[in-house]
């Protein structure tokens, strides 16, 4: 699997610590007990995305799916387990073999505003990172950044303005396009088409399938909206509180979740079909990931918990070719 | 008739260098006892100034130009500021997209109550705070009494939203304006807030207008629909009616787009281009640069709103439905 795939997980873990403050190392030599805080943003997650492939990342707000996404475009480090790109371990690259793969995986972010340099045009934000790696030389880069946004379906006319002078769906683009020009093979987008309007995300969402054809693109597709991920993904891996709790391919997903999380999830995703409906929730708020619950995260939220749920955490395991789910209810009950 | 609010023939203009931007431009509905409206919109399409018109807080340079809201009978346009603090908060209330905004950060929970309860009525501070923890209760907060005495910091986004809805229903108002209240929150949280919405809604015969841009929302959760573009409602009606068949092409432009709704990996039919800038609205319908069955009529005349059987409104010249046959012009 893994000389076949463009980017492979094995045994991925990320955590955040905050040192104790000045105050709590003085508290500390009068008696006082603190201790560095410790945020468990993904532990050990495995994952490998073959090329041509669109996964779909699926999760709640502090699941772990912007930060594995980071780790994936090499923005974080990893604290534990190791990324190879194209089979080889991102870790024993030479320097211009890491390059390389850094220069292949690219990110669009959710809020371009928040992305790009106000101060600069167009022409400089997307020129930018291929003329410093030399992919084309300073001279030609008018013509090259015309190419990229005609691609992205901006008028190049528009390349000496400003980031502030676009519309939110035209500064998408925009970052699109800034991704695209160093030639990635592999995109990360993180919530990428969030925070625009209905009308506008149908377009940027239908420029994501357009390149995907074009360009050959595989893509790690980040996003809280189910919808969304449904529509453009192959695969989807859903995460809860750092950990995948299942991956399947998307139309079986939809059709059939099998961990209670990802039931409860495509339970709750209000569609149109739904008309009049009495809202019923899972209970609970989701747990902080600076103490998460013992054995399975889920457990307290979860309507099919058992004994065994809080004390053992149940390992991802196949259940059938292509999926698997991490709940206890399908290797041996949770009593 | 038994509606809680009518509004008619709003008009809320700003007034800014560029020009007058007409945000709310002749937008006219109703909603009833225990009725859940569902006012849609992109950005920029003057729902949330409709909602703040709605409350009298449009701040200069904003202001209502004509039209009126009558509130259970009484003109809410042109009280003075007294009258209108008698009502906000007592008879209407607003719940914001973000509930860091309504509440005060340095205040507790239990002061922020109790000074709501206060400014409407002469009570103990032992039956306020004892009204104000069954609100709390109400809207699901756990150990209810001692979360009285939290700060807004001290609660997740999901449950500091149940406490701006706890603080909305204080005084029992006979409307509730919700304003995207769930938009920021999390699937399962936005569940169990709606599940909560509706519960109340249901039980108190609180009228509520939840402002969205999220169609898939109002489906579940209302039972009217009005569309807004530009500043004007383009089309209103049942929720079935309106997205089984939608009259307006903007309506079902939208309701095409949305990727939950497509085939998967299959193009999604968008609406080309974008919302246009309120202050530069096409002299015809606003909607026309836009839209594929636009003809010349359109670019040249704005559309008067017709009326469709089963109270149905769509502001076009060429609606969809070759059903439901026109019964007539509304009188604007």
Sequence with gaps: ?335 | MGNVLEVSNLATYFETRAGTVKAVDGVSFAVGRGEVLGLVGESGSGKSVTGCAIMGLVDPPGRIVSGSIKLGGKELVGLDDQGMRAIRGKEISMIFQDPMMTLNPVLRIDTQMIEAIDAHEKTSKKAALARAQQALEKVGIPAAADRLKAYPHQFSGGMRQRVAIAIALLNNPSLIIADEPTTALDVTIQSQILAKMQELCADSGTALIWITHDLTVVAGLAHRVAVMYAGRLVETGFVDDVLDHPLHPYTRGLLRSLPSEGIPGQPLEQIPGMTPSLGRLPPGCAFAPRCRNATEICHRSSPEGTVFPNQRLARCHHPFDSVAQPVGLTER
Aim: neutral net charge.
């Design chain 1, 1 to 335: 699997m893994s000389t076949e795939s463009i980017i492979s997980m094995q045994g991925i873990s990320k955590r955040f610590t905050t040192p104790v403050d000045l105050a709590g190392r003085l508290a500390n030599l009068l008696g006082a007990n603190h201790q560095p805080q410790t945020v468990h943003a993904v532990s050990d997650v495995n994952l490998a995305v073959i090329p041509g492939e669109v996964v779909g990342l699926v999760g709640e707000s502090g699941c772990g799916k912007s930060t594995l996404g980071r780790m994936v475009a090499g923005i974080y480090e990893p604290t534990e387990g190791k990324i190879s790109y194209q089979g080889k371990d991102m870790r024993l690259m030479t320097q211009t073999e890491a390059r390389q793969a850094s220069l292949s995986v690219q990110m669009i972010f959710q809020d371009p505003m928040s992305s790009l340099n106000p101060r600069m045009r167009v022409i400089d934000i997307v020129s930018e990172a291929p003329v410093y790696h030399g992919i084309i030389e300073s001279a030609e880069r008018g013509d090259y950044v015309a190419t990229i946004l005609k691609k992205v379906g901006l008028d190049p006319v528009f390349m000496q303005r400003y980031p502030h002078q676009f519309s939110g769906g035209q500064r998408a683009r925009i970052g699109i396009a800034r991704a695209l020009a160093v030639n990635p093979k592999f995109l990360v987008c993180d919530e990428s088409v969030a925070a625009l309007d209905v009308s506008i995300q149908a377009q940027v969402l239908n420029l994501f399938m357009l390149l995907r054809q074009e360009l050959n693109l595989t893509y790690l597709f980040i996003s809280h909206d189910l919808g969304v991920v449904r529509h453009l993904s192959d695969r989807v891996v859903i995460m809860y509180l750092g950990c995948v709790v299942e991956t399947a391919p998307a139309a079986e997903l939809f059709d059939a979740p099998n961990h209670p999380y990802s039931q409860a999830l495509l339970e709750n995703v209000p569609t149109l079909k739904l008309r009049h409906k009495r809202f019923s929730s899972i209970k609970g708020e989701i747990p902080s990931p600076m103490n998460p619950p013992t054995g399975c995260h889920f457990h307290p939220r979860c309507p099919k918990a058992g004994p065994r749920c809080s004390v053992e955490q149940p390992v991802l395991r196949p259940i059938s070719t292509g999926r698997q789910s991490a709940c206890h209810l399908n290797d041996g009950g949770v009593g």
